[in-house]
C-alpha cells in the first residue's frame, strides 16, 4: 500500500501541475473555472480571491450542479442528477462546519480512498497482490480518473459499487442490498448492479430469501422517481432534466455511433468538439473490444455489470461521459490489465493514457467540458 500512497500522490501533483500551466495555453470560458461564472446562486467565495484556483478548480462543470443542489435543493433542470452525493456533501458541511466546496471535496477523498481499499480487496479474492496493484495502477492513469478525485459522484459511486460486490463475494446480502441500494441512488445507471446481482445468485445456488436484498437496488431507483411525483408534481422531471444534455431519448447504440459519424464527418478536426467527440467514440470502441477479448476473463456477473452499465447510458443519444463510465465500470479495466500484463508496450500505453489525462485535466480546469 505504500507503493499506491506514492503513486497518488505524484498522481495528483501531475495533475496540479497540468492545471497551473494551462492559463497560459488555454482560455478561461463562462463555466465555475472563470471568475465570471453565471451560477450566481453559489457562494461568491466559490471563486473569489479568498479561495485559490486549484481547489475551485474541482467544482467545475457537474460540480457546479452539485454544490448548488446541496446547498440550496433542486433547481431547474437539476433533477438529471441523483441525490445521494449532495446529500453526502450536505452532511459533511453540516458535521465539519466547512464550506460546501471543502465539503464537497472532503466527501469525494473520504469515498476514493474507501473505493480503493475495497477494490483492493476485492481483487485479492481472484488476483496476487502485484496484479491487484496493477489494476489499481491502470485505473489512475486512465484519462477520466481525475474525475474520481473532482466533486462527482463517481468516487462515491465506486466505493458504493465495488463493497456491493465485495459483500456478495462473503455472502453478506443483507449488505449487498444496503450498498447496491445506495449506489442506486447516487447514478441512475446504478440499476445495472441489479442484474449482474441475479447472475451472482443463480450462479451461485444462492437461498431464495437472499434474493429479497437484491431487489433493493430498483426500488431506490424507483424512489427517487416517486420523489419527483410527490415534492415535485412530476415522475417524468428526471427525463425532463436529462433533455438539456440530449439524453432524454431511448435509441439504439448503432444510432448513437451514426451520430457521431456525422460529427466526424462535418465538423473541424482542429475544433474541441471534434477531440471530445473522438475521445468519447474511442471510449466506447476500447470498452466493447475489452468486453469482447476478455470474456472469460473475469466472473460472468462482473462482466454483465460493466457491460449494463455502459450500455444505458450509450442507449441515450450520446457517448457523452464514457471515458468516465469506463471507470465506473471497472472490470473494464480489470480485464485490461490481464490483457496488458506481459505486453511489452504496456508501459507505452501507460504513458499515452496518463498524457491524455494530463491534457484533459487541463482543459477541465479552465472550464471546459471535457467527457
Known sequence: MKKIALILTVWVAFLLVSAYIAPRFIPDTLFIGSRNSFDERLPQWLYDNRMPRWIWMWANLDGNHYLSIARNGYYEFENGFFPLYPLAIRAVANLSGLPFLLSGLLATYISFILFLKLLHNLLRLDFTVQAS?????????FPAAFYLIAIYNDALYLFLTVGCFYAVR?????????????????????????????VEWWNGKRRIRDLIPVFFIPLSTLSYFI??????????????????????????????????FKIFTTVSPDSLMYFVALAEFSAVVFAIAVLIRGFRLVRLSYWVYALSYLLIPMSGGTFQGE???????????????????????????????FALQLVFMAYFSRGYFIS
Open 133 to 141: 496493484n496493477r489494476v489499481i495502477s491502470w485505473i489512475i492513469v
Open 170 to 198: 462473503k455472502n453478506k446480502w443483507w449488505l449487498v442490498g444496503f450498498l447496491g441500494g445506495l449506489a442506486a441512488l447516487a447514478r441512475f445507471p446504478g440499476i445495472a448492479i441489479f442484474p449482474a446481482l441475479l
Open 227 to 260: 420523489y419527483l411525483h410527490i415534492w415535485e408534481g412530476n415522475w417524468n422531471l428526471f427525463v425532463t432534466s436529462m433533455s438539456v444534455w440530449r439524453q432524454d431519448r431511448l435509441v439504439l447504440p448503432i444510432q448513437t455511433a451514426y451520430r457521431y
Open 323 to 353: 471515458p468516465r463510465y469506463i471507470i465506473h465500470a471497472f472490470p473494464v479495466i480489470l480485464i485490461f490489465s490481464q490483457l496488458m500484463a506481459k505486453n511489452r508496450w504496456r508501459y507505452l500505453v501507460m504513458g499515452v493514457f
